[in-house]
């Protein structure tokens, strides 16, 4: 039993060896370094094909906007980890991008929607899924439900109150528009730009 227990903490030793390796290749956005250095470590098979290391190699691609190959990487590792918030918020925004985020909003819908019965406290996939459902499905109440979730969540976040503002404007509720404006200047101002359309939008109401 020693021995065995030995030969597992060994393999452990290996394999996250392997996984810091092409984490390396990762930071520096190199796909292919990061899937060789897992292929021809001494990992075990498992880790070899597992979600991490796809990930992995899929966030490499992301990093180089080859999103033709970081969405099949992503896929794959949603099927290894059904569990893996990684996977599927990765997987959601690369739909987004590239030729075909047209045709395929469904599925990153479906991706975000994942992400967030993961992790109800997603931040970004609440901004991001917003976003979507405003855009795409014309869901304006929708996206809205989503942005004042992000906001519940973290206040500070001044991207969220900006959309929600420009969402509101769209509605014709300004005065809804104005506090939303106001929560983004709160959150840091962080284009200098809060003031300026705060003024804009008191004077249709003034």
């Given at each position: ?5 030995r ?51 899929g ?16 896929r794959?590792?949603?099927q ?33 929607r ?12 609440h ?17 809205e ?52 359309r ?9």
């Amino acid at each position: 039993e020693l021995a065995d227990l030995r030969a597992k903490l060994d393999q452990a030793r290996r394999d996250n060896a392997a996984l810091a390796a092409a984490k390396v290749h990762v930071d520096q956005n190199d796909a292919a370094a990061a899937a060789a250095a897992i292929e021809k470590s001494n990992a075990s098979e498992e880790v070899k094909q597992s979600a991490a290391a796809l990930v992995a190699q899929g966030n490499a691609a992301q990093g180089k906007k080859d999103w033709a190959t970081a969405v099949p990487l992503y896929r794959q590792a949603t099927q290894k980890d059904p569990a893996s918030t990684d996977a599927w918020n990765n997987l959601a925004y690369c739909l987004g991008e590239g030729r075909s985020a047209e045709t395929n909003w469904r599925e990153q819908e479906d991706a975000y929607r994942r992400v967030i019965d993961l992790n109800p406290n997603h931040v970004i996939a609440h901004i991001n899924l917003g976003i979507l459902l405003k855009d795409h499905k014309k869901d304006i109440a929708g996206a809205e439900e989503q942005y004042r979730l992000a906001i519940k969540i973290d206040p500070k976040n001044a991207v969220v109150h900006w959309n929600l503002s420009t969402l509101l404007e769209e509605r014709g509720n300004l005065r809804g528009a104005i506090d939303a404006v106001k929560g983004y200047i709160a959150a840091g101002n962080p284009d200098n730009d809060g003031e300026q359309r705060l003024a804009g939008l008191e004077s249709k109401i003034s």
